[in-house]
């Protein structure tokens, strides 16, 4: 299908990076060896910028086995990229013949780190290529279940309960209260790694205990999620796996906290509190102590597409 015309400039939005305010891990499913899980996914006010425009002279080159001449331009993130994974998909799925592309990273979500980036851009890339050539629903959700467990939530980003291997969603209105307070690691782990470690160590559940965990969490969302019910399965073995996790946790607690957790795969932690003053006060003392400290926001979900503006003529 030939490519309507897009602005030179390009298209560009936002790509949050999320938690899990719950992560309850299960068995692996016979079919393809991932592990079914009940997870709340929520979306955050800390967010790359990825904006989809025609390649430029100057651009970075394509991979070499890119046949559409697509390429990604992600400051200090080399090799693969899920984004440029989510645009090669959305071309063979849907059949758009648009001229090369450039995807443009702007990087604030921390790399390998539990929080979605990379799946982030991979949604965020979707939606602007859907944007420039809609498709329909059910294409966009089978691309998005072919690049990743994350990715179907980060196609519309916001609160969810997210089942299966994460591509069944349940999409909640409005976002998780409060405020947290995000402790960057100055390393990264393999959310592969982190996954056979908990499989090691024996921390996944049975089938029913993953279903009893499901209605105990289906039944309280309404009141915010309880603080008993804001765990996370794949904690113990990312600790397991490096131990100084253990310390920023602890140093979470220390600035009044509540519920401290590794986020996602981690190494990322992180802590809730009541608003955001409570959460920059924390915040600054965690950077006082020599902690890599931000403040985030939950998030309900991000604003269309927009045109990149033009600079005006000098």
Known sequence: ????????????????????????????????????????????????????????DGDPPPPADDPHGDAVDCAGVDGDNLALRAL????????????????????????????????ADAGATLRLAHAVRPADDATLARIAIGLGADVP???RPGLVLAEGAGERLTRLPG?????????????????????????????TRDAHGLEAWRSRITGALGDGLPRELRVNDLQRAAID???????????????????PMVSGSGPTTFAWFA?????????????????????????????PPTVVPTPPPR
Do not use: C
Request: aromatic share 2%; no cysteine.
């Open 175 to 203: 976002a998780l209260p409060g405020a947290i307070v995000v402790l960057r690691a100055p390393f990264g782990l393999s959310t592969a790694d982190v996954y056979r470690r908990t499989d090691a160590l024996g921390a």
């Open 275 to 303: 608003d955001d003053a409570a959460a920059s006060h924390a915040a600054a003392r965690l950077r006082d102590g020599g902690h890599d400290a931000d403040v985030a926001r939950p998030s309900s979900g991000v604003a």
């Open 88 to 119: 090669r998909a959305f071309r063979d799925a849907t059949g758009w013949d648009g001229p090369p592309m450039t995807v443009v990273i702007h990087k604030r979500i921390p790399v390998a780190a539990g929080m979605a980036g990379g799946s």
């Open 153 to 155: 939530h980060q196609l």
């Open 241 to 259: 796996l490096r131990p100084e996790i253990a310390e920023a946790l602890d140093a979470l607690r220390s600035v009044g906290g509540t519920t």
């Open 1 to 56: 299908m030939t490519s309507p015309t897009i602005p030179a400039a390009g298209l560009t939005t936002t790509a949050p990076a999320k938690v899990n305010a719950t992560l309850v891990v299960g068995p692996t499913r016979a079919p393809d060896g991932r592990h079914d899980l009940v997870s709340v996914m929520q979306s955050l006010s800390l967010a790359d910028t990825v904006t989809l425009r025609p390649r430029r």
